[in-house]
């Protein structure tokens, strides 16, 4: 067991490494050159909140009894009565909870408050995340989703994503669209910092799956070994999938799509990690891919700003990976259930899909009541002036490249964002 431990050591930074700096590099490149930094600095300041409060009340909240919802926030208050050999699975995941809040910032960029982001941060993960958390991971007979529904969920398809892609869209209606969205081109300022983050995602997502490994009377190895696997080839089929409908839709296959393929194959194979073979994990990868692709240009139709597709990719990824366990899982896998193909029948299908609708509706309606208590008090959304002169200079007095060039301005989006129409939808659509 030496060896396990010294893998979720391991594990843990890598989990880390996932938003500081991946998911910060990722996005940062999305956006626009004047407002990369508050990009950046939202996803790092999420990590030190949200650690702190995990420590005191987020594990205890997750997992240190049964609830419905969660449980007791001061049984293991400030770890009160855990070991120190434990601290490291408190850690690993402390990281989950990172990134959740974290992936939400992208569909706000350019536009949400610094302060009203520090102010949501916290009460999110104790009101939407915790309580999720333990729904989903922490499977007693009283959990909702994992124990009373039944639903799989190896690494966080539910907690995670969907729980993220609902708060994203949640934010993204209530703070409204930037100034000029479908109007003028809002195109990526960086896109090979977004080809580094997505790579340096893909790399630390091997924490994320395989260190979420559940020991009950199963060969660790094996395991290891499915998740390592799994995770490779949805994440490779999700690229073909989005690339090809990229293609067919816009008539050009970008690194920004091969990028977001990355993403959301790592997203879908999540909570199926553990429960499919290689060839449901690549059929998983490819649907996702392909999904998501076509799914990030809805907000052009349905009218809202998601800036960064965090509705186009996690939402939707999710629910894609979450349902299809239904689908595709096999007995051998380590929830032991045999999906629609393999003989299971309706009924794996039924929880997973009942798993994510609980999750879309838990966080909505939590998302909703938190956002609605900021934006009537201190206001989600910086003013005009501060938008157009760009959120890095209003909101932290700095700028991303010392460049100047004539009327430009410290930040000014003009000077690495040509004025000329997107490439295609799916590009137009990241900044």
């Keep these: ?14 989990v880390l490494m996932m938003t500081v700096p991946a998911l910060a590099l990722f996005y940062g490149g999305m956006s626009r050159s004047k407002s990369v930094l508050n990009m950046m600095m939202m996803s790092y300041v999420a990590a030190a909140i949200v650690g702190i409060l995990y420590v005191a009340v987020g594990w205890s ?42 992936l939400i910032s992208g569909a706000v960029a350019d536009r ?25 991971f922490s499977c007693t007979e009283d959990s909702l989703i994992c124990g009373r529904i039944g639903a ?38 960086n896109l090979t910092l977004t080809m580094l983050g997505a790579g340096l995602l893909w790399f630390g997502w091997y924490g994320f ?25 949805a994440t490779m089929g999700a690229i073909i999938g989005w690339l090809v409908v990229e293609k067919v839709l816009h008539k050009k296959a970008t690194s920004l ?33 392909a999904v998501c692709a076509w799914a990030v ?7 809202y700003d998601d800036s960064l597709d965090v509705v186009g990719v996690h939402l939707v990824g999710g629910i894609i990976g979450t349902v299809l366990i239904g689908i595709f899982s096999t007995s051998e896998g380590a929830g032991g259930v045999d999906g629609l193909l393999y003989g299971g029948g309706l009924g794996s299908l039924g929880d997973q899909t009942l798993g994510a609708l609980v999750a879309i509706v838990f966080s ?35 700028s991303a490249y010392d460049i100047h060039t004539g009327g430009g301005g410290a930040g000014s989006s003009s000077v690495l964002a040509p004025k000329t129409a997107p490439l295609s939808q799916s590009e137009g659509a990241r900044a």
């Excluded at 900021?374 to 909101?395: Q, Y």
Aim: glycine residues 14%; proline residues 3%.
């Design 297 to 303: 240009g809805l907000k052009f139709k349905l009218g």
């Design 257 to 289: 799509g091969a990028a977001s393929g990355i993403v959301a194959g790592l997203v879908a194979i999540t909570p199926a990690a553990g429960a499919v073979d290689l060839s449901g994990a690549t059929a998983i990868g490819l649907i996702a891919g």
């Design 364 to 398: 909505g309606v939590v998302t909703t009541v938190i956002a609605l208590a900021i934006k009537f008090t201190i206001g989600l959304r910086l003013d005009e002036d501060g938008e157009v002169a760009g959120i890095d200079v209003a909101a932290h007095g700095e």
């Design 209 to 233: 799956n395989v260190g979420s490994i559940v020991i009950v009377d199963q060969d660790i190895t094996a395991e290891m070994g499915r998740t390592f696997a799994n995770t490779t080839l």
């Design 152 to 189: 799989q969920d190896y690494a966080g398809g539910t907690a995670v994503h969907i729980n993220a892609g609902v708060a994203g869209l949640v934010l993204a209606v209530l703070i409204g669209k930037r100034l000029g969205f479908g109007k003028e081109p809002m195109r990526p300022h």
């Design 1 to 14: 067991m030496d060896g396990y431990y010294a893998f979720m050591l391991v594990a843990t930074a890598l």
């Design 112 to 136: 949400m408050k610094f302060s009203a982001w520090v102010v949501f941060v916290p009460v999110w993960a104790l009101l939407c995340y915790f309580p999720m958390a333990h729904m989903v």
């Design 61 to 102: 909240m997750g997992w240190s009894g049964d609830g419905t919802f969660f449980a007791n926030p001061f049984d293991l208050f400030w770890l009160d009565g855990v070991g120190t050999g434990d601290y490291v699975f408190v850690m690993f995941q402390m990281t989950f909870a990172i990134i959740t809040v974290a």
